[in-house]
């Protein structure tokens, strides 16, 4: 019968209007900034430089000694904006593997440029760049306050367990397995040496 | 005479007046309102409510609505190109007093043959509705036919463009 | 308490007898006009404060009913949100375009204004609290109702704006179509009250039996007259669902998309007010005016029984805001033309029948059978043959 609809879409909206007082189903409003929505596991805004503390080679602050990039170069390569751009440093400092690495003297990212496409994670052969989740980072300074440098950026393991723990979980099993193939590699290699020491000692006596 | 009659012919004279008056043919028509109004005030002055009311229903509602789209759907409301004055303006302005003036003869020859009345009965919308329905139902009927026969007309004649174009 | 209570006399008559003891200081001459005066300061101020109010109502209703939370910054629950919007509206710079018509354009807010302020003269808010009392007290109020038109044609046209002029045209047609409608439903409580005057017909709805009061919308006729007459009024403020003159998403803003601060503030004041005398006047028509619903709740003030009816009436606009979409110009019209309007001189008929046959429950069943059948079938014919359907095109076939 004519009406019908409208008389329907009437209890609907009486509904949603007395239930938002008692349901929050009816009522989803999320009153930023006193109430805030938990951030996803796979929430990303801006990448940052993951770092491990337990990583000290040589002085200097800790961010430093145990940031995992090895300044590479392949995410300014592959990041389709250019917000990165990367020194490498004249020397080598020694890797979680106990490996010499070249590390970045000079680390930007442009925040303003970014666009949050993940791409510079997913080219990262060394687990070092990863996607942070805060996205308070208003400034007064356009263009000084949106370019990020190396210390702005390096932030911890932990944080990143912190921000994406299953993540995170995961990297660090890659990374301990890969530590523990690289230790066992050094071991026959070490043990292969020291017998071929001993068979050249051998012959020369 | 009073003060208000004053006022309010004022006002109607000088809407009549701006109506033909002012170049652009909207604010022609936004005065002839104006006028409208005013004669629905003197009407009001009179203690004749339901006049004065339907007056403003019906011509300030309604007229100077279709007066005004009647301009907006034609080329009226471009500025004339000439000038608001025509080139016979004198012929216009003597048959203009001579229709004053015989209209002036009449009524001022009204008065000295009606009784002047002392106090003037309020005619009640009642009393109006009765005389409608009663002695001018006549009337009443065959303005009903003539509005029916012009909207029916109306919707003709637009119907018709319609089909034409088709 | 009785009528004839002391107390219930003083809290009744309260603004009544405010006024009265506030003229008292004034010499004899003076006490006419000053009370004139007085009362329409005092309408100037209620209903511009309670068009504060709704404005913050209808956000936060919209907002209930739209699952979000309204406006709930300002003051506590939102409520002083009109205040920031006041000085906001004042403190704009009023943008006029430079090929507008100054005049008019400056006039029509004016215009819409003054013609819907005059429209709350007739309205008997309390016992005894009509501005002035009339004869043809309904006919002024529709006089004053079709000035507002002229208002709006005056604001679409001067701004010089394709989408104003489009917006006015279809504003002015859509408030023409719905005037014709709103009379006629209106005439239906003139004819059985017999007179055109609001506070008679309040009067008249003012008896009970049983308890029950003999307010119109509690008949067959008085029934479908209000639902009309809700329509018809929900047509002639430019509300949703017939908002499209001022679509948002449509026309920019209708007719006035030229103005900006200040007389957009009151395009606003004079929609919203156009409301509230609407509904109140819809109130005095069809829900007893300030009549109390049950006789034993006849101790409450008669002013607050408008007041609340009219509260009601505004809240039921909020609802209906939240919850139709807009018509389209056409459907709009047709509507009004093709299906209400029959309706209303059924409803006509309908109250001369309910008239002439007497008290009983055999008008009840006949009145009550004749509206039901008629609607029923209307809108089955109505739906049934498309109309409330896919538009055809002229030109585009």
């Known amino acids: 019968m004519l009406g019908e609809g409208i008389l329907k879409g009437l209890t609907e909206t009486a509904k949603n209007f007395f239930g938002s007082y008692f349901s929050a189903e009816r009522l989803t409003t999320v009153e930023y900034p006193e109430q805030r929505i938990a951030p996803f596991e796979a929430t990303r805004v801006f990448p940052f430089l993951v770092y491990d503390a337990e990583n000290r080679d040589g002085g200097g602050p800790e961010w430093e000694a145990g940031l995992r990039c090895v300044a590479c170069q392949i995410c300014e390569k592959e990041c389709p904006p250019k917000c990165i751009y990367i020194e490498k440093s004249k020397d080598k400092k020694l890797d979680y593997l106990g490996k010499a690495q070249y590390y970045p003297a000079r680390f930007d990212i442009d925040i303003s440029v970014c666009m949050s496409c993940q791409i510079c994670v997913e080219v990262c052969p060394f687990e070092a760049i990863k996607m942070d989740t805060k996205f308070e980072l208003s400034t007064t300074d356009r263009f000084g306050g949106l370019l990020l440098d190396r210390e702005q950026l390096a932030k911890s393991n932990e944080y990143y367990h912190q921000i994406h723990s299953a993540e995170a979980t995961a990297v660090d099993a890659k990374l301990a397995i890969e530590k523990t193939k690289f230790d066992a590699k050094a071991k026959v290699a070490a043990a292969t040496a020291i017998a071929k020491a001993a068979a050249v000692a051998g012959e020369g006596a | 005479m009073s003060f208000v009659f004053y006022m309010l012919a004022a006002l109607s004279v000088t809407g009549a007046l701006a109506a033909v008056l002012l170049k652009n043919t909207v604010h022609c028509a936004l005065a002839l309102t104006v006028a409208f109004a005013g004669l629905a005030l003197l009407f009001l002055d009179l203690d004749a409510q339901f006049a004065g009311f339907a007056q403003i229903l019906v011509y300030i509602g309604a007229v100077a609505i279709l007066v005004v789209f009647a301009i907006l759907l034609t080329k009226g409301s471009e500025t004339p190109k000439d000038g608001v004055f025509s080139r016979t303006w004198l012929v216009g302005l003597v048959i203009a007093a001579g229709v004053f003036a015989v209209l002036g003869w009449a009524v001022i020859g009204s008065i000295r043959v009606l009784p002047q009345e002392k106090a003037v009965p309020t005619v009640t919308v009642l009393q109006i509705g009765n005389a409608l329905v009663g002695r001018y139902v006549l009337p009443l009927e065959i303005v009903a036919v003539l509005l029916t026969a012009a909207m029916v007309g109306a919707v003709i004649v637009a119907m018709h463009e319609k089909e034409g174009e088709k | ?397």
Not at chain 3, 67 to 96: H, M
Not at chain 3, 100 to 129: E, I, K, S, T
Not at chain 3, 195 to 216: D, M
Not at chain 3, 218 to 229: D, I, L, N, R
Request: with cysteine.
């Open chain 3, 1 to 397: 308490m009785t009528i004839e209570n002391p107390i219930f006399v003083t809290s009744d008559q309260i603004f009544v007898l405010l006024r009265h003891w506030a003229l008292s200081f004034l010499p004899a001459a003076w006490q006419t006009i000053a009370g004139v005066l007085l009362s329409v300061a005092a309408i100037v101020c209620i209903f511009p404060a309670l068009f504060a109010l709704t404005t913050v109502f209808e956000r936060k209703g919209l907002g209930r009913i739209q699952n979000r939370l309204g406006p709930n910054r300002v003051g506590p629950f939102g409520l002083l949100q009109p205040i920031a919007d006041g000085i906001k509206s004042l403190t704009k710079e009023d943008i006029v375009p430079l090929s507008a018509d100054a005049a008019v354009h400056f006039l029509a807010p004016v215009v819409l204004v003054v013609a819907v302020f005059m429209g709350f003269a007739v309205l008997p808010m309390g016992r005894n609290m009509a501005l002035v009392d009339m004869d043809a007290g309904l006919l002024f109020y529709f006089a004053m109702g079709t000035s507002t038109e002229l208002a709006v044609f005056m604001a679409g046209w001067s701004s010089r704006n394709k989408y104003s002029l489009l917006g006015a045209m279809r504003a002015v047609a859509q408030m023409i179509s719905y005037e014709v409608v709103l009379l006629l439903s209106s005439v239906t409580v003139v004819m059985m009250a017999g007179s055109l005057s609001l506070t008679k017909i309040v009067e008249a709805q003012n008896h009970y039996s049983f308890g029950f009061p003999h307010w119109y919308i509690f008949t067959p006729w008085g029934c479908a007259g209000f639902v009309m007459y809700a329509i018809a009024a929900t047509a002639e403020t430019n509300r949703s669902p017939f908002d499209l003159p001022e679509g948002e998403s449509e026309l920019v803003a209708g007719y006035h998309t030229e103005y900006s601060g200040f007389k957009f503030a009151l395009f606003f004041l004079g929609e919203y007010l156009a409301m509230f005398s609407i509904s109140g006047l819809g109130t005095t028509l069809f829900l007893g005016g300030w009549s109390a619903p049950f006789l034993f709740l006849t101790w409450v003030p008669s002013w607050f029984w408008f007041f609340s009816k009219l509260m009601l009436s505004i809240f039921v606009f909020i609802w209906l805001r939240g919850t139709l979409p807009r018509l389209r110009q056409d459907q709009l019209m047709n509507f009004a033309w093709k299906f209400v309007l029959p309706m209303c001189l059924l409803n006509l008929f309908v109250a001369g029948i309910w008239r002439f046959l007497g008290d009983g429950w055999l008008r009840w069943m006949v009145c009550s059978a004749i509206l039901i059948v008629a609607y029923a079938g209307m809108g089955w014919g109505e739906m049934r043959r498309g109309k409330i359907g896919p538009r055809s095109y002229r030109y585009a076939e």
